[in-house]
């Protein structure tokens, strides 16, 4: 399926979901959890860990709160205070397009999953998550967004995504 790279704070992104890069016991610390959780207000974290833990590469559902989103997906694709894998990566990107689409939502905004505090390479995990948007079959989902904070983050997506779709 088609999909746009864009650049900004998740957090300030509209959409039926937001995905959050989470780890298996859900509990939101910094990186893209801290921001989502700074935004949408303090419920957010509360539900999430409720809602753990998950498998590692499993998602959760929450409500967004403040966000400008109906739901939270959280995504798991590193364990507390471990390293995300490829196939971690994989599962936690599919099952997060799997959860929108069940949500019967139209649009998604995507972390970089696994990159950051999880200490998988930036590229190679950015060419998973795009692979993995690029061959699924939506039956809702219209709108898939995978954003960079920064703008070195946003100019490597462009490029991953780029050779992705060629």
């Given at each position: 399926m ?22 298996t016991?859900?509990?939101m610390?910094?990186g893209?959890a801290g ?29 967004a ?30 099952n ?71």
């Amino acid at each position: 399926m088609e999909f746009e790279v864009i650049q900004g704070d998740i957090a300030a992104q509209s959409a039926d979901a937001l995905v959050n890069a989470a780890n298996t016991s859900l509990r939101m610390g910094s990186g893209v959890a801290g921001a989502l959780k700074r935004a949408a207000g303090s419920g957010l974290n509360d539900e999430a860990v409720a809602k753990g833990p998950v498998d590692l590469g499993g998602v959760a559902t929450t409500d967004a709160y403040d966000l400008d989103a109906e739901y939270v997906i959280h995504a798991a694709a590193m364990p507390p205070g471990g390293q995300s894998t490829a196939e971690s990566i994989r599962n936690a990107t599919r099952n997060a397009l799997a959860e929108a689409d069940a949500l019967n939502c139209e649009s998604v905004v995507f972390p970089a999953i696994g990159c950051g505090i999880a200490g998988f390479d930036f590229e190679e995990g950015i060419r998973i998550i795009c692979a993995v948007i690029e061959e699924y079959q939506p039956e809702s989902l219209t709108d898939v967004r995978l954003i960079a904070y920064s703008d070195d983050d946003f100019e490597g997506m462009q490029r991953v995504a780029a050779g992705v779709r060629n």
